[in-house]
């Protein structure tokens, strides 16, 4: 048996809509292939994985509480990665925005103002677009592998935050808990209704889309990432630095992932600890390929992958397996988004036996 | 004291190397995989799990090098049969690796690991000093030598290797020759994948025996920028990994001594060195260009 590819004249309309839809099925099937292999009924352990999660209000609010940071940080990465800039680093830009976003509350706890909030989550994403600016600097000034140093900067923003709340910014109140005072009620992003616990991230995220959607497909802007992504040497004979873009694409997937961490931390934690992610700035890879690179195809892979997360919560209590399962299929749904991405570009022939290949048929 | 510190850090360096070796073939067949710490941590995974199993850490470790092999498969099958983008697959099979190794290894938290026990040369290893830190090693650590030496005859001196490279450097021209491009960059990526579980199998078998989740800490990825340190040459990879592992260790003895500098300040001291090392190398764009592989990270579908 083998599989040939022929190319198409142009990429498939159709198949860009089924390939992430397909993408789904085929992990759900290997869903339920692992549930089997872990002696649950596989049926009734994805029903409680991806259906349970969506029934009771308060676990709506959940969805959207997770959502909303994966959807910031991805809808930034789609655009560092339409512009072939390649930041996975974006964890730690999570956790700097968590930092700097802090700042106010933690050394000015008592000054009290409607200006707090605002201010935050400005200082967040100035956090965020500086530390990938680390990155953007070397790749532009010492030619340094993006991929690598915006990995490495991860491991250094949580060492640097796991020592902020062990060390400087401990409460001193806090029984020696490694974690920071809790934040007062000027500095806490409120809920958005009284039905539960979401608040404004998932909001910033639905605007950052929306709006990054209308800089790609209405401004020359978007139309600069997109040329300078797909031939940067197009790009140079258009006028386009493609300099400014490692700076310009970087910074931004920076800001929104820092504005993701600040939210985060300001409205679902409350306070600064050694751990503030369950691997937001990962899983927005993911968010991203799965949406395409689409910002609005993004807002709907969000929400699957916030699922992932409740579900590996929900299965843990009610069906007893491990909540590590959700990063399997985390990983499966990503497999499988770029496996079937190659149906949009190519046709896909499976010949079984010795059979002639394309051209030989064709002689 | 200065015996018992650079024992630890040839322990330390070995996965280094043994991992980077493995890249550097790959890359030299013009293939980018960034799933070494993926492939790495399955490699541990499977290595314990054998070794625990069996009660011979000698099938662990062709366990962790069978399963690191296996999973790169499945990069060869997305990147080479179906051209996926080789940055967004290598991230994928990271992503899956650690996601997959902590379910795997679940079962296997808080068991004792089954220790690889040294290989004592007779003799030899009751010469004073240089005897017990060259020849009263684990098995990995002849490998990780054999396997520099070894790669560096295969690629400069074997026909093969030399294919390798062609294919690495132009994968067109190579194809034009009628060398079969996907078939070997597949065995390229598989070589890769092996080594990297046979670091995975170190790690869980010898570094510390036993299973902790995410135990491979980000050193794939570091054996991934040893290779850029390396430009792509074996005997500077077996160099490198010795500078990073040493700086992995001394600063480990730096916090144990407590020298007044935060602890979480020397853990970051690994990887602000990958990055500073990573400047120094790249710095000058001509020697990049001269020494990276021309199609590295390319796709290539044949035309036929």
Partial sequence: ?363 | MLEAILLTIITASTPLVIAAAGELVTERAGVLNLGVEGMMIMGAVCAFGAAHVTGYPVVGLVAGILGGALFSLLFGFLTLTLVANQVATGLALTLLGLGLSGQIGESFVGIPGVKLQPIVFPLLSDIPFVGPLLFRQDLTFYLSIALIIGVHWFLFKSRTGLKIRAIGDSHGSAHALGINVIRTRYLAVMFGGACAGLAGAQLSLVYTPQWVENMSAGRGWIALALVVFASWRPARVLAGGYIFGAVGILQLHAQAFGIGVPSQFLSMLPYAVTIVVLIIISHNRRTTLINTPACLGKPFVPDR
Avoid at chain 1, 111 to 117: A, E, I, R
């Fill in chain 1, 1 to 363: 048996m083998r599989i040939e590819l022929e190319r198409r004249g142009s990429a498939s309309p159709l198949f860009s809509v089924i390939s992430p839809i397909l993408s789904l099925l085929l992990t759900l099937v290997f869903g339920a292939i692992l549930f089997w292999l872990l002696g649950k009924g596989p049926l009734s352990a994805l029903y409680s994985f991806f259906i349970d999660p969506l029934t009771e209000v308060w676990s709506l609010h959940e969805l959207a509480i997770k959502a909303g940071p994966l959807i910031l940080i991805a809808v930034g990465l789609s655009v560092a990665y339409r512009s072939n800039n390649w930041n996975i680093g974006a964890e730690g830009q999570f956790t700097l925005g968590a930092i700097t976003g802090s700042i106010l509350p933690v050394l000015v706890p008592s000054w009290h103002s409607p200006l707090v909030l605002p201010l935050m989550m400005v200082m967040g994403m100035l956090g965020g677009a500086l530390f990938a600016a680390i990155p953007a600097l070397l790749k532009t000034r010492f030619n340094t592998n993006e991929i690598l140093t915006s990995l490495m900067l991860v491991y250094i923003a949580q060492l640097f935050l796991d020592w902020l709340v062990r060390g400087p910014w401990r409460d001193p109140k806090g029984f020696n808990f490694p974690r920071s005072l809790d934040f007062s009620s000027d500095a806490v992003l409120p809920p958005l209704l009284d039905s539960g616990r979401a608040h404004a991230s998932i909001i910033f995220a639905l605007l950052a889309a929306v709006l990054i959607w209308f800089m790609m497909r209405y401004m020359l802007k978007g139309f600069e990432v997109t040329v300078l992504g797909r031939s940067e040497r197009a790009g140079r004979f258009a006028g386009f630095s493609s300099r400014r873009m490692v700076w310009f694409s970087l910074m931004l997937s920076g800001a929104l992932a820092g504005l993701a961490g600040i939210s985060e931390v300001s409205g679902s934690i409350g306070h600064l600890q050694p751990s503030i992610s369950p691997g937001y700035g990962f899983t927005a890879i993911i968010v991203a390929f799965l949406g395409r690179l689409n910002p609005l195809g993004i807002i709907a892979s969000g929400f699957v992958l916030a699922l992932t997360y409740l579900g590996g919560e929900a299965a843990q209590l009610s069906i007893g397996i491990s909540d590590k399962v959700t990063r399997v299929f985390q990983g499966l749904i990503l497999f499988f988004v770029l496996s079937c991405d190659t149906l949009i570009l190519y046709r896909v022939r499976i010949i079984f036996g010795a059979g002639k290949t394309l051209a030989e048929g064709k002689h």
